[in-house]
């Protein structure tokens, strides 16, 4: 019954019935919409112009520029590739060098050995060992002798953390105050006592695999005013 009065009302009242006769037309109402007023160009183009925006309507785009957080670039990061793993872990420097087992600074070994690590960065090759290594690692052989340096005053001899058995001698070269450091040897194989002053090739101990070591070998430090070096340069400038 509702659907067939609705019906008779939508096709018996006047369309102008359900409007009011004191509302703008359509067209007025349109006019006050701001739009881009379009002019006409020399050359017959149209040329726009810019839409009377009211205040509140417009985006600062500076002020939002000025509070966006910084967007990090591609070269604000590195990744290091799996070869670089490589090269650092196993190296690619020459370590070869020659030796007389001669003169007032001399290498640890009268004969050249075998180097495994050299100074500076590097993958770490135990669990707790140095990323970054601060002596030169070299392969004399399980209970082989050390011999110091150069001329110089003891300074230490014992255990000392990761290092094991280790024995320090302080010098004095050209000018410069330069210690020598020799670590993981074979336990109490020193005949050195602190205080003790040495000439150069004296026996310091054995090549030994105490405290945080993977292998029998002989870490050898050296610092200048208490900042460590690199050995293996260090010593084929001035090793005779």
Not at 161 to 178: A, D, F, L
Not at 207 to 227: F, K, M, Q, Y
Request: charged letters at 15%; proline letters at 7%; a negative charge.
């Amino acid at each position: 019954m509702a659907a067939a009065a609705a019906l008779l009302i939508g096709t018996s009242v006047p369309p102008s019935a359900l409007f009011d006769p004191d509302a703008p037309p359509a067209s007025a109402a349109f006019a006050s919409v701001p739009t881009n007023d379009a002019t006409m160009a020399d050359d017959g183009t149209e040329i726009l112009a810019e839409a009377e925006l009211e205040e509140g309507q417009v985006l600062d785009m500076a002020a939002m520029a000025e509070v966006a957080a910084p967007v990090a670039s591609r070269d604000d990061w590195s990744v290091t590739s799996y070869a670089e793993m490589l090269r650092l872990k196993y190296g690619t420097r020459n370590f070869s060098y020659a030796t007389n087992g001669t003169g007032a600074v001399r290498w640890p070994f009268p004969n050249p050995v075998p180097i495994s690590s050299g100074f500076g960065d590097r993958v770490a090759p135990c669990f707790g060992c140095s990323s970054y290594h601060r002596g030169l690692d070299m392969l004399g052989g399980r209970g082989n002798p050390i011999y110091a340096i150069a001329d110089g005053v003891v300074t230490g001899v014992g255990q000392y953390t990761s290092y094991g058995y280790r024995v320090e001698i302080s010098h004095m070269i050209n000018g410069q105050r330069v210690t020598s450091l020799y670590a993981h040897m074979e336990w109490d194989s020193s005949p050195l006592k602190v205080g003790q002053e040495i000439p150069v090739g004296t026996l310091v101990g054995t090549v030994g695999n105490s405290g945080l070591s993977t292998g029998p070998h002989l870490h050898l430090e050296i610092a200048i005013d208490g900042i460590a070096i690199d050995p293996f340069a260090w010593l084929t400038t001035n090793a005779s």
